[in-house]
């Protein structure tokens, strides 16, 4: 697995042993970046001044390719500690830690400092956890006025997300389905 294009290209990142992580395919992150690059509703310049939140960061290929491609920020999470420890030797391979702050849990966060205007959902599958997860993060302020959000389900896998998120574009690639929504912030 390695970094697709910008700054860390070609830096080949380090994965964890066992099963527990099912890492971003490179074929499913560069058509996710493709989409985002040429949609009307993000762009170049959405990337370059996004502030990326990983929710379940797994190996950070997400979140790292954006940083890559320009992103200001990213906060990463990731539970597992074998996980995590993989996570942040791959932060320090691309040089991102002065970007990057890293949490444990997505479902325990504190409140945030940041606002995150792309988000990435991509928990182990069939585990419902895309609702719970935002939810809590949109409670803690983590999610920012018209964010995008990138989701990753297997493809049999139904997502349900609450009347605040407009679906964009949606994309089969493997055993993954991608969709791209848009937070309205009309909850309050």
């Known amino acids: 697995m390695r970094i697709i294009a910008g700054y860390y290209k070609g830096t080949h990142l380090y994965t964890p042993t066992g099963k527990e992580t099912r890492p971003t395919s490179d074929r499913a992150r560069q058509t996710l970046f493709d989409i985002l690059l040429h949609a009307p509703w993000a762009g170049k310049s959405f990337i370059e001044d996004a502030i990326i939140l990983d929710a379940f960061a797994g190996t950070g290929a997400l979140g790292l390719e954006a940083l890559s491609r320009g992103a200001q920020k990213a906060i990463f999470f990731e539970k597992n500690t074998q996980t995590r420890q993989v996570l942040e030797k791959n932060i320090q391979l691309c040089r991102a ?3 990057s702050i890293l949490y444990k849990d997505v479902l325990t966060s504190p409140p945030s400092n940041y606002l995150c205007n792309l988000i990435f959902f991509d928990p182990p599958y069939h585990q419902k956890l895309i609702p719970i997860a935002f939810e809590h993060l ?6 920012s006025k018209d964010a995008l959000i990138i989701t990753e389900t297997a493809i049999d896998e139904p997502l349900l997300m609450d009347q605040s ?3 964009l574009n949606e994309r089969k690639i493997g055993a993954a389905y991608l969709k791209f929504w848009k937070y309205s912030n009309m909850i309050e």
């Open 138 to 143: 949109r409670r803690n302020q983590y999610i």
């Open 165 to 167: 998120v407009t679906l």
């Open 97 to 99: 830690n002065s970007q």
